[in-house]
């Protein structure tokens, strides 16, 4: 009777975790989008940022990451990416100590501005990380935010 | 399913501000049950776009790395009040969510 039950939740378990996976490859990436699945699945910053193909981003002065010095709560750190350069077309979101570094990315068109608001988790103290491509050529800027309490794992 | 999301978006200059507030549990899939020890699987929001009166404005792609119930602000120059905004987004899931707004 007991070994039944088990087997039974075995299966169950198994179950779904095969409809996860199912799940995960039905999910083909967009080809609309700048950044590909794989990038966000980068485990360190120099694969997000290939990925992404801003591999040797230039600094720059003219973009602006927002966000706080000292976050209390890495569950929710807001994060504000504000970018002077004309022609902005993408903006990405790097947490550069994250599992997975690679935090967000939006392209804008018509007429969106090199704008952009979010919340994102930190894991620990890091380096935000916005990456700016404008006319074909990527920028990059950083800011540290200190972690108090992490926001990844319990 | 999935839980209704909140819009807004107001002229602020020339520019309408948006402002998204979509509800989603944003799993990461690397965090562990408190009470049984299992691994919660992943589930977050993999894809945001928007569009003004049909017209699309902005795609983005997201990890598990954005907060729970993520907030999104962006500003469209050249709206006008009066022109409606829609912003989707779908998860790795494979659910989906919509909403509009009008540029008040």
């Not at chain 1, 999910?27 to 966000?40: H, I, Y």
């Not at chain 1, 910053?45 to 209390?72: F, N, R, Y």
């Not at chain 2, 999935?2 to 979509?22: H, Q």
């Amino acid at each position: 009777m007991n070994a039944l039950r088990r087997n039974v939740l075995k299966g169950a378990t198994g179950a779904g975790a095969v409809a996860v996976a199912v799940a995960a490859g039905l999910l083909k990436p967009t080809q609309v989008l700048a950044a590909p699945r794989s990038a966000f699945e980068a485990k360190n910053v120099a694969d997000a940022l290939s990925g992404l193909g801003a591999a040797g981003a230039a600094e720059s002065k003219d973009i602006t990451i927002k966000a706080p010095d000292i976050a209390e709560n890495g569950a929710v750190v807001p994060v504000e990416v504000t970018s002077a350069i004309a022609g902005t077309s993408s903006i990405a979101i790097l947490a550069e100590k994250n599992a997975t570094p690679l935090v967000a990315d939006f392209d804008l068109m018509g007429g969106t501005q090199g704008f952009i608001s979010t919340r994102i988790k930190m894991g620990q103290t890091a380096l935000v990380r916005a990456v700016v491509t404008a006319g074909g050529k990527n920028y990059t800027a950083t800011k540290e935010v200190k972690v108090t309490i992490g926001g990844c794992g319990g | 399913m999935a839980e209704p999301m909140r819009i807004r978006a107001t002229m602020a200059g020339d520019a309408a501000d948006v402002k998204v507030l979509m509800n989603h549990p944003m799993e990461t899939g690397l965090r562990k049950d408190a009470k049984t020890g299992q691994l919660v699987p992943a589930h977050y929001i993999t894809e945001v776009t928007a569009a003004v009166n049909g017209t699309p404005v902005l795609k983005g792609g997201m990890s598990g790395g954005v907060s729970k119930n993520p907030y999104l602000g962006f500003k469209v120059k050249g709206a006008k009040a009066g022109d409606k905004i829609t912003v989707n987004w779908v998860d790795n899931t494979g659910d989906k969510n919509s909403a509009d707004t009008t540029v008040a």
